[in-house]
Nanobody
Framework: QVQLVESGGGLVQTGGSLRLSCAAS????????MGWFRQAPGKERRFVTS????????YYADSVKGRFTISRDNAKNTVYLQMDSLKPEDTAVYYC?????????????????WGQGTQVTVSS
């Protein structure tokens, strides 16, 4: 069992930055690929970015490529999402997720564990 707790969300102006953190419990965090998803009101949950178990491979949705950076610190059981040049369309609840596979996926169904989410609001 893995428990995930996100933090770092908030209100920011267009062009600003935020860094989200996702702290995981459990001794096997380092063997899980991790992902970040987001869900805006009235919309489905969508893939944002993911990282493999050792950080060697990362993937980004086209909408965030070049602006967001995912990273992980396995010694701290934490995955991060650095978000720069934020836009109003980035407004959503952001969720981190863990998959027992070492390779990450863009599909929500591939992830067995989810955090409770953290709200990110970008004002125009």
């Amino acid at each position: 069992q893995v428990q995930l707790v996100e933090s770092g969300g908030g209100l920011v102006q267009t062009g600003g930055s935020l860094r989200l953190s996702c702290a995981a419990s459990g001794r096997t965090f380092s063997s899980y690929a991790m992902g970040w998803f987001r869900q805006a009101p009235g919309k489905e949950r969508r893939f944002v970015t993911s990282i493999s178990w050792n950080g060697g491979n990362t993937y980004y949705a086209d909408s965030v490529k070049g602006r967001f950076t995912i990273s992980r610190d396995n010694a701290k059981n934490t995955v991060y999402l650095q978000m720069d040049s934020l836009k109003p369309e980035d407004t959503a609840v952001y969720y981190c997720a863990a998959t027992v596979a070492r390779s990450s996926s863009t599909l929500p169904a591939s992830y067995a564990y989810w955090g409770q989410g953290t709200q990110v609001t970008v004002s125009s």
